[in-house]
């Protein structure tokens, strides 16, 4: 089992995050949590491609521009 990428969101930058996990095709979760640890969004990758995302009640396309549009200070998962 591969041990899970994590790190913080101010230091990576989430579009350079999301670069980085298309251009090596991974598959999973990443789970965008604030810095008291509640979770503010996921996203589902599936070889590198994004196949669904959620912030708050948003959904899709919408959640997605939403999170990018509107950077958190917080932490990944992946």
């Given at each position: 089992?591969?041990?899970?990428?994590?790190?913080?969101?101010?230091?990576?930058?989430?579009?350079?995050?999301?670069?980085?996990?298309?251009?090596?095709?991974?598959?999973?979760?990443?789970?965008?949590?604030?810095?008291?640890?509640?979770?503010?969004?996921?996203?589902?990758?599936?070889?590198?491609?994004?196949?669904?995302?959620r912030a708050g009640h948003l959904r899709g396309d919408i959640a997605f521009y939403q999170?990018?549009?509107?950077?958190?200070?917080?932490?990944?998962?992946?």
């Amino acid at each position: 089992m591969t041990p899970p990428l994590s790190g913080d969101l101010d230091v990576f930058g989430l579009p350079t995050l999301l670069q980085s996990l298309a251009q090596s095709q991974a598959s999973g979760v990443l789970t965008l949590k604030d810095q008291h640890g509640a979770t503010l969004g996921a996203m589902v990758l599936s070889g590198g491609h994004l196949r669904a995302c959620r912030a708050g009640h948003l959904r899709g396309d919408i959640a997605f521009y939403q999170i990018l549009e509107r950077p958190i200070s917080g932490t990944f998962v992946f």
